[in-house]
């Protein structure tokens, strides 16, 4: 599984060639370092150019501005070969996810919180993280249909997404708007409660029609 | 002449209602205003005392710089005189407490959001708001209480924290961070599948030792 906040890792994404694929990946590298070490705030098109080692015009040219940057770092963490979890159950693949993340809200600086609070300054950086969490949890749901296909779950139809949230909203709560210490059993833990709740038909569509 | 507003010297007026409470008062009334205006980047010391009627000198003094003034209005939310929902069932209060969550979220301009937004940028106001959460999920802890009292949750030391975290953070996730379009039903299933997860033993401190 690639980590997005690995900047050392080579990055299976990069078209190989390609002159404009090497400027965009040298860009993103420095907006990456450049946010990690200093915030959204200390960024700017001169701070990523130089570090970059790419003239400041060819910057402005492809990405415009500071919202340019984040929203094309955020689009390209989403281009990276990530796959869901598949340990053989829907708490292992939902506790393994939420180590994922977990691991990613900890990890200081973090990247991943970075991005949450530039999305706050940046429309445009707003935009590609709405648009990176959909795809992520459209992915996941695969998590659920196996689950159903395994008989954990009743067949009724299910709402995937909102299990997902369920199973993982906790997560960035606690790490993220109440800065809490990091707790290792926070991750099986919210994916149990997920779990007991799906089975007790919380996130099917038809228990929510009946009542 | 003493600054009628320094809340470090003893003087008769700091009774509440006093001139320093008002000065307090008019002060935090436009950090409110500016932060939902324009958010924590529009903030500014002199932008505050113009808009409250007040000396700079006076603002600077008693809260130094923005993030004085955010945790200042964070602590002031702290203060007012809140009260969890009491609607009979522990589903109906986490659905009332939902409803009001959700509510601060969509408003718009939303000063819940700036608040976030703005603890982002400052370690003082992120202080504040982890402390006032604090607060207010202990001030919550009294539902689950209820609940066991009412025999809606089995007896067994349930993690009340946990409880109300899992009811109320996918509000949070949705509204703030993925920034959705508000579900109505969102703040009744949220509460709904948190009781059926408290229901089935999520939260019980005794289970999770023993598993």
Same mark, same amino acid.
């Given at each position: 599984? %690639? ?10 994404? @990069?078209?190989?060639?390609?002159? $404009? ?9 420095? =907006? &990456?370092?450049?946010? %990690?070490?200093? *915030? /959204? ?12 080692? =790419? /003239?400041? $015009? ?21 281009? %990276? ?10 708490? *292992?693949?939902? $506790? !393994? ?10 990890? @200081? ?11 706050? /300054?940046?429309?445009? !950086?707003?935009?590609?993280? %709405? ?12 998590? =659920? ?5 395994? *008989? ?13 949230? !369920?199973? $993982?909203?906790?997560?960035? /709560? ?22 007991? !709740?799906?089975?007790? *038909?919380?996130?099917?569509? &038809? ?5």
């Amino acid at each position: 599984m %690639t980590d997005p906040t690995d900047l050392t890792a080579p990055r299976p994404d @990069r078209r190989p060639g390609g002159r $404009t694929a090497r400027v965009r990946a040298r860009v993103l590298d420095a =907006v &990456r370092a450049e946010l %990690t070490e200093s *915030g /959204h705030e200390g960024l700017t098109m001169e701070g990523v150019a130089t570090r970059a080692g =790419v /003239h400041r $015009t060819t910057v402005y040219r492809r990405w415009r501005d500071v919202g340019g940057l984040l929203a094309d770092v955020i689009d390209a963490a989403g281009e %990276t070969d990530w796959r869901p979890p598949d340990t053989g159950s829907l708490r *292992g693949d939902l $506790t !393994a996810l939420n180590q994922e993340i977990q691991e990613s809200l900890v990890v @200081r600086p973090s990247f991943a919180v970075a991005l949450m609070a530039a999305s706050f /300054h940046s429309e445009q !950086a707003a935009r590609a993280q %709405t648009r990176l969490w959909a795809d992520r949890y459209a992915q996941c749901e695969v998590l =659920v249909e196996r689950a159903v296909a395994r *008989g954990e779950l009743p067949a009724r139809d299910a709402d995937a997404r909102s299990l997902l949230i !369920a199973a $993982t909203a906790p997560l960035y /709560h606690q790490l993220v708007l109440l800065r809490a210490d990091p707790d290792p059993r926070l991750p099986e833990r919210a994916a149990a409660a997920a779990v007991l !709740a799906a089975a007790a *038909g919380a996130f099917s569509g &038809r228990r929510e029609e009946s009542t």
